[in-house]
């Protein structure tokens, strides 16, 4: 599935975390969000799954903001 593209909300919290290893182990591109208040905390998360091999991609926005969603 190297052309499919998971975006997970909540990426960064206990079950989005779950979800991201699923879906990498799966062959998806993942995008994990998080909220912009919490990028400090999600980024560490990130990078500990990146060091266990994990490809997943950090894209912190406002999920309520059409506009963000947008962009």
Do not use: W
């Not at 909540?10 to 182990?25: D, E, V």
């Amino acid at each position: 599935m190297t052309d499919s593209v998971v975006l997970i909300t909540g990426g960064t919290g206990a079950i989005g975390i779950a979800l991201c290893k699923q879906f990498n182990a799966e062959g998806y591109s993942v995008v994990a969000n998080c909220h912009e208040s919490d990028i400090e905390r999600s980024t560490d998360v990130i990078s500990e799954l990146k060091a266990g091999g994990a490809d997943i991609t950090l894209l912190p926005f406002d999920v309520t903001d059409t506009t963000a969603c947008d962009a």
